[in-house]
T-cell receptor, first 117, second 115 residues
Framework: AQTVTQSQPEMSVQEAETVTLSCTYD???????LFWYKQPPSRQMILVIR????KQQNATENRFSVNFQKAAKSFSLKISDSQLGDAAMYFC??????????????WGLGTSLAVNP | DTGVSQDPRHKITKRGQNVTFRCDPI?????LYWYRQTLGQGPEFLTY????????KSRLLSDRFSAERPKGSFSTLEIQRTEQGDSAMYLC?????????????FGPGTRLTVL
């Protein structure tokens, strides 16, 4: 069974600085998708960035980028120029590609990110 | 393009009562998912619909839980004879397979408190 591990329950960063959140996963599949979602306090889950495993190029979305290391099964999220609005719980998630009826996302436990002014 | 909506946003009920939640997906999204999230945890998958067909159910979904999506649009999740352990945030997501990724977009959730 696939698993997702986020080893950092809490992180903090100074405003305008860079922070990296870690995620590792375990799978025997060769093709899959990986996601980072953000959940601000009392607000809904928002997609931050996604990565297709078959793509070697790391995904980027403005200030957010990933470091995808397929062999190491690692998928870290880098937030550059951190802003107060980045404070949230960040979840790493995995989904199979050739899923058939198995479309569920498998989630880590999350990392709570605080941004200090 | 409105997002996923859920109703109610909060529900407080007494143990043993039945509750029903509604989810309206993003228009034209044919896939709809229910997840449950307890405090300090990541979401856990409950069930998934493609159009009106319920294609997957988690073993977490006991007989007290039932979900429907009768016309392939909105969905309802009913919990019968609620227990205190059912207290959680219930999240709905929808997706439309396009270009392969089939990204799930989430609603604001319904927070259930069972007293």
């Amino acid at each position: 069974a696939q698993t997702v591990t986020q080893s950092q329950p809490e992180m903090s960063v100074q405003e305008a600085e860079t922070v990296t959140l870690s995620c590792t996963y375990d799978t025997s599949e060769s093709d899959y998708y990986l996601f980072w979602y953000k959940q601000p306090p009392s607000r809904q889950m928002i997609l931050v960035i996604r990565q297709e495993a078959y793509k070697q190029q790391n995904a980027t979305e403005n200030r957010f980028s990933v470091n995808f290391q397929k062999a190491a099964k690692s998928f870290s999220l880098k937030i550059s120029d951190s802003q107060l609005g980045d404070a949230a719980m960040y979840f790493c998630a995995y989904r199979r590609v050739n899923a058939g009826n198995n479309r569920k996302l498998i989630w880590g436990l999350g990392t709570s990110l605080a941004v200090n002014p | 393009d409105t997002g996923v909506s859920q109703d109610p946003r909060h529900k407080i009920t007494k143990r043993g009562q039945n509750v029903t939640f509604r989810c309206d997906p993003i228009s034209e999204h044919n896939r709809l998912y229910w997840y449950r999230q307890t405090l300090g945890q990541g979401p856990e998958f409950l069930t998934y619909f493609q159009n009106e067909a319920q294609l997957e159910k988690s073993r977490l979904l006991s007989d007290r839980f039932s979900a429907e999506r009768p016309k392939g649009s909105f969905s309802t999740l009913e919990i019968q004879r609620t227990e205190q352990g059912d207290s959680a945030m219930y999240l709905c997501a929808s997706s439309l397979p396009r270009g392969g990724t089939d990204t799930q977009y989430f609603g604001p959730g319904t927070r259930l408190t069972v007293l």
